[in-house]
């Protein structure tokens, strides 16, 4: 298990590196002004559609699907083909109507930037295509336990994107986005390369060819398998769409603040999601297909067991990150962001963006290795509402904090909201299952640590200062 956690975190961590490099020279080039929102804009509309249907409630519902099926090939084929058919249609019709799904994210913007940013939306939105096909490769990648290319694929696009910004070098701002949208769709063109080669290298191409060529003849065999996937996936679907739906409502609010609010927030988040990503999605991603295959044999001991063990490394991992990520808000920001257009100030709100956000690091990296036990059993309609109640109290706080506390409050909404997930998340997963991986010495050791690292840091903080 842990092999692979840690080959998805060294793969995670290399494409982030590479990522704040990206951001780095993004926030030098472009600071956070009217021509960064439009990019962000432009990019979080196909990432919106790619969290929903393809990282998230599709491979949580495809791979207990496809480790059941008694017919792979035929039940695999014919899932891509009306999922990509699905996300073509969508494609095409952001491309149609582009000002119109333009307003429908950033409705603060105006007509003038609206218009502005329309035709870079459209042209982002061909990422969505591209990268399901990667996710689809990637789920029968992981039923074989291979997570490398997943891992490192990811850096393609980041590289892509780095040598859009050093080819625009000395462009109008206009031209650097358009650069980077380019940049976008031929990074999702290399990553669909990569995992079509690992498809054939590990023998994989043959079966979903031949799932393709028997389909009419075993159509009937897995009719029953497609009816319970399609039962599973909509409340997956709604399950992992309200995160996204969170951050959505973040940048379409942030619109109405002032300009560079919703930078700060990208930027501030981009910080975030690292130790997210680093530990806990890729702890979850590496875990997922073993909890499957446990509780598909009815090994329940074993899948708990794998899960206490991932519980106590994300909760030293995650408590760190916690702490640093709030002591240290303002050297870690100013470090990686304030140079060219990114001044102080910028700085100084991202910030407390960041602060806020890592106030709920640790409840969702432990809710995302929870909710594992709920899809794989198949519990979709259950995590559907838990997350539905957790977009209600985001909703409320977020309405509630915009006002006094700006750009931060709507961090911090995020941040409750990831509480009241991870609370109801255990609820289902079994209060006395979940104490009983409490039960242990590792308790005491992460409250002691904690508190050490915590005087550490601030020491740590204080050196800054006085030597800077």
Wanted: proline fraction near 2%; glycine fraction near 6%.
């Amino acid at each position: 298990m842990f092999k692979a956690i840690f080959t998805n975190s060294f793969g995670i961590l290399f494409s982030r590196i590479l990522g704040f490099f990206r951001d780095l020279l993004t926030a030098s080039v472009l600071g956070a002004g009217i021509y960064s929102d439009i990019f962000f804009i432009a990019f979080k509309l196909p990432n919106l559609f790619r969290r929903i249907f393809a990282e998230g409630a599709f491979t949580q519902v495809f791979i207990p699907a496809f480790t059941r099926s008694r017919h792979k090939a035929v039940f695999s084929a014919h899932i891509f083909v009306i999922f990509l058919s699905i996300i073509l249609l969508l494609t095409l019709l952001v491309n149609l109507l582009p000002e119109l799904f333009t307003k429908l994210i950033a409705t603060g913007f105006d007509e003038h930037t609206i218009a502005i940013a329309a035709p870079y939306v459209a042209l982002n939105f061909w990422y969505l295509p591209l990268i399901f096909a990667v996710t689809f490769i990637a789920a029968l990648l992981q039923y074989k336990h291979h997570f490398a290319t997943t891992a490192y694929a990811t850096a393609l696009l980041n590289l892509s994107l780095i040598a859009a910004l050093l080819l625009a070098k000395g462009e109008d701002e206009a031209t650097i986005v358009y650069y980077l949208s380019w940049g976008v769709v031929i990074g999702g063109i290399l990553q669909l390369i990569a995992h079509v080669l690992m498809l054939y290298k590990l023998g994989l191409c043959k079966m979903l060819l031949g799932g393709f060529g028997y389909f009419r003849v075993k159509a009937a065999a897995i009719k029953e398998e497609t009816k319970k996937f399609r039962t599973n996936f909509f409340p997956a679907m709604w399950g992992n769409s309200t995160a996204q739906i969170s951050a959505f409502l973040d940048t379409f609010l942030a619109s109405f603040l002032v300009t560079g609010s919703i930078s700060y927030l990208y930027y501030a988040n981009r910080i975030f999601q690292l130790p997210l990503a680093l530990f806990a999605i890729a702890t979850s991603v590496a875990l997922f297909p073993r909890v499957a295959r446990y509780l598909k044999n009815n090994d329940e001991s074993k899948a708990l067991q794998n899960l206490g063990r991932a519980f106590w490394f994300l909760a030293f991992i995650l408590t760190g990150s916690t702490l640093g990520g709030i002591i240290l808000s303002d050297e870690i920001v100013k470090l990686l962001f304030e140079r060219g257009a990114f001044d102080a100030t910028d700085s100084q709100n991202t910030a407390a963006v960041l602060q806020m956000y890592m106030l709920g690091l640790l409840p969702f990296g432990m809710q995302k290795l929870f909710i594992l036990w709920l899809y794989a059993k198949e519990l979709q309609g259950k995590a559907a509402k838990i997350a539905t109640v957790s977009l209600g109290v985001y909703i409320t706080f977020a309405l509630a904090f915009i006002q006094p506390f700006g750009v931060a409050g709507l961090a911090l909404a995020s941040t409750l909201g990831g509480f009241v997930s991870l609370f109801f998340t255990l609820k289902i997963f079994g209060w006395q299952n979940f104490f009983a991986i409490l039960r242990s010495r590792k308790l005491l050791y992460l409250v002691v640590g904690s508190l050490l690292f915590t005087i550490l840091l601030v020491i740590l903080k204080d050196m800054i200062h006085v030597y800077l």
